[in-house]
């Protein structure tokens, strides 16, 4: 004997359904299930509709709502590592101030050749995304400019784009720098390197420049750049070893993240050079447990989860208004001293190569 909840398993519950079981009728489903057009339904029916489309097992097909009504409320969030513990703080702060608004997201981890990431961004429009927020952006970005050509409203978190084209919402990486220089300094350290991240992107180059710019305005005459070749660990560690092989006299490390900071720890390891003794270490982004290493890392922390609110309602905003001029948030950072940094000792090595304690 087939049951009437064998028939709703075996196929999808309607809305007619819906409002036969709430005796009311369709239409009046569809304004309950509605966030925008709920209130013009009265409490007793919108709870009655709602029971109803509960005990039937009733969910919304939101693809077939978008082409409908030209909107799917889904937004698209794009990450260039999704296993990088900066993103989950600001994919928090984006679906925290989406979901205020009725808002979903869909997250990609967008690697790989630009056709890669271009067939990743179709798949997504395909799925009816209203816009995008990309972690994503390189300063010259085939991705932003296919959003603009194709009038798709995309705002860009954490990593801005030259132009200035889209909205954004980044880090005051020259405050940083003016806060992690002017820390250095004050603990007496005039052999100050900067491990910078690379400059295909303007987190690496704002870094850069605001390092140049401090240094100056401090008076540093010992600065030394290496650029990294990506914003990893291991990166990281090729930098610090090409930076001390050729500058072993460097007091003080300026890492253009956290994770270049771990490559500089481990080449610490690898040569028995003690920290902050020999060589301070100032990271950026003050990633989860950096707190937790030995020795704790002194780091610039950044607002993730504040951008992502921020970046959220930004696209809300060109949701709404297209022809609206973009808008830049800047956010500023606060230093964590903790203990990779110290004074310098009185007799910096000299050696090239051998940078040991």
Do not use: W
Not at 74 to 100: K, M, R, Y
Not at 218 to 237: I, K, Q
Not at 299 to 308: A, F, K, S
């Amino acid at each position: 004997m087939t049951t009437s909840s064998d028939t709703r398993a075996a196929g999808r519950v309607t809305i007619r359904e819906v409002a036969a079981a709430a005796s009311v009728n369709a239409s009046t489903v569809s304004r309950v299930l509605n966030p925008e057009t709920r209130h013009l339904i009265g409490d007793e029916v919108v709870r009655r509709v709602l029971a109803a489309a509960k005990a039937l097992g009733y969910r919304q097909n939101r693809l077939a709502a978008a082409l409908r009504g030209g909107q799917s409320r889904v937004i698209g969030v794009c990450l260039p590592d999704i296993e990088n513990p900066v993103f989950p703080p600001i994919v928090c702060g984006i679906t925290e101030a989406l979901a205020a608004e009725g808002y979903g997201v869909l997250i990609a981890n967008v690697v790989g050749k630009p056709k890669d990431q271009e067939r990743m961004i179709e798949q997504m429009l395909e799925r009816r995304v209203d816009g995008f927020v990309l972690a994503t952006a390189a300063r010259q970005d085939p991705l932003v400019r296919r959003c603009i050509l194709d009038g798709v409203p995309v705002v860009l978190v954490n990593r801005g784009e030259d132009g200035g084209q889209v909205p954004e919402v980044v880090n005051d990486d020259f405050l940083s720098m003016r806060l992690a220089v002017g820390h250095l300094v004050e603990l007496g350290h005039k052999r100050i390197a900067h491990l910078a991240g690379p400059e295909r992107l303007a987190t690496g180059l704002s870094r850069l420049q605001g390092f140049q710019i401090a240094t100056q305005q401090h008076g540093v005459p010992g600065s030394v750049v290496v650029e990294s070749a990506d914003f990893t660990r291991e990166a990281g560690r090729a930098a610090c070893e090409q930076l001390l092989d050729a500058h072993c006299d460097v007091t003080a490390i300026i890492a253009a993240n956290d994770l270049i900071a771990l490559g500089c720890y481990d080449v610490f390891a690898a040569r028995r050079i003690v920290c902050p003794g020999a060589i301070s270490v100032i990271g950026h982004n003050d990633m989860p447990l950096v707190d937790m290493l030995n020795p704790p890392l002194t780091t610039l922390r950044i607002q993730h989860r504040e951008m992502g609110r921020q970046a959220a309602r930004l696209l809300l905003g060109r949701i709404a208004t297209p022809g609206a001029a973009p808008l830049r948030i800047t956010l500023p950072p606060e230093l964590m001293v903790r203990g990779s940094t110290a004074a310098p000792r009185a007799a910096p090595r000299k050696s090239a190569g051998t940078c040991a304690a």
